[in-house]
C-alpha cells in the first residue's frame, strides 16, 4: 500500500519559512518523479514544485521561484520543500505527489499517488 504522509505545516508569519517534508513508502521512490502541489480554499489545486528522480531536474511555478526549494533523499525516501519568504498568497492545503514517469508534469491527474496534505496559514 503507497502512502505519502506530508509534515511540516503550521501558522506563520509573512517572510518566515518553513521545511515540508513528504515521507513516502509503498512504493519504489527513486522510480518516482515527485511534486508537491497547494490548494488554497475556493481555487483549484495548482502546481508548486517537482523533481526528477535523481534530483537532476527541478522546475517550479513562476510565483515560488526565488523562494522555494524542491529536494529529495532517495536513501530516506523523503522529499522535501523548503519555503522562504512566505506571504498570505501561500496560504493552502500543501500535496505531495508521486509521478511514475520520465516528464516532470505541472497536470494533478497525472499524478499516480497523493498525500493527505498539510496545512500552511501565513499572517500578514
Known amino acids: 500500500q503507497v502512502q505519502l504522509v506530508e509534515s511540516g505545516g503550521g501558522l506563520v508569519q509573512a517572510g518566515d519559512s518553513l521545511r515540508l517534508s513528504c515521507a513516502a513508502s509503498?512504493?519504489?521512490?527513486?522510480?518516482?518523479?515527485m511534486g508537491w502541489f497547494r490548494q488554497a480554499p475556493g481555487k483549484e489545486r495548482e502546481f508548486v514544485a517537482a523533481?526528477?528522480?535523481?534530483?537532476?531536474?527541478?522546475y517550479y511555478v513562476d510565483s515560488v521561484k526565488g523562494r522555494f526549494t524542491i529536494s529529495r533523499d532517495n536513501a530516506k525516501n523523503t522529499v522535501y520543500l523548503q519555503m522562504n519568504s512566505l506571504n498570505a498568497d501561500d496560504t493552502a492545503v500543501y500535496y505531495c505527489?508521486?509521478?511514475?514517469?520520465?516528464?516532470?508534469?505541472?497536470?494533478?491527474?497525472?499524478?499516480?499517488?497523493w498525500g493527505q496534505g498539510t496545512q500552511v496559514t501565513v499572517s500578514s
Open positions: 505527489a508521486a509521478e511514475d514517469g520520465i516528464a516532470i508534469l505541472t497536470t494533478p491527474t497525472r499524478y499516480d499517488y
Open positions: 509503498g512504493l519504489r521512490f527513486s522510480r518516482y518523479v
Open positions: 523533481i526528477s528522480q535523481n534530483g537532476g531536474r527541478l
